[in-house]
């Protein structure tokens, strides 16, 4: 990771595991101010990758769960809850399997 000296502004190309995450104190070769350096690699960045997949993946089972219910609503148990929020939302799996079934609105 790079770390930039607060007084000189130079910066320095350190090894990660130079930097435990909870920082430590290091010391600038060219000026000699001491501070404390935070481990700002690739931790934080790794954390969003993680958050954006699982909120990705989530979205595209619930939607891939709720088209099968719809579809194949008398095969794939569902939960009580999801059941009555589906019928509250207008989606009519009261009989399961939609296609090919009358039901109005
Ligand atoms: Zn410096």
């Known amino acids: 990771m790079i770390i930039i000296c607060n007084k000189c502004k130079t910066k320095f ?3 990660d595991n130079l930097i435990p995450p909870e920082g430590r104190m290091v010391r600038c070769s060219y000026c000699n101010a001491k ?5 700002v ?6 954390l969003g ?3 954006f997949w699982i909120i990705t ?3 595209t089972f619930s939607i891939l769960y709720l088209g099968l ?12 809850e999801l059941f009555n929020f589906l019928i509250d939302i207008g989606i009519p799996i009261e009989g399961g399997n939609l296609f090919g079934r009358e039901f109005d609105r």
């Not at 501070?35 to 481990?39: A, F, G, I, P």
């Not at 690699?41 to 790794?46: A, D």
């Open 57 to 59: 993946l989530s979205i």
């Open 13 to 15: 190309n350190v090894s």
């Open 35 to 39: 501070w404390k350096q935070e481990n």
């Open 49 to 51: 990758l993680w958050i």
């Open 69 to 80: 219910i719809i579809v194949f609503g008398n095969i794939i148990p569902i939960p009580k």
């Open 41 to 46: 690699s690739e931790t934080s960045s790794n």
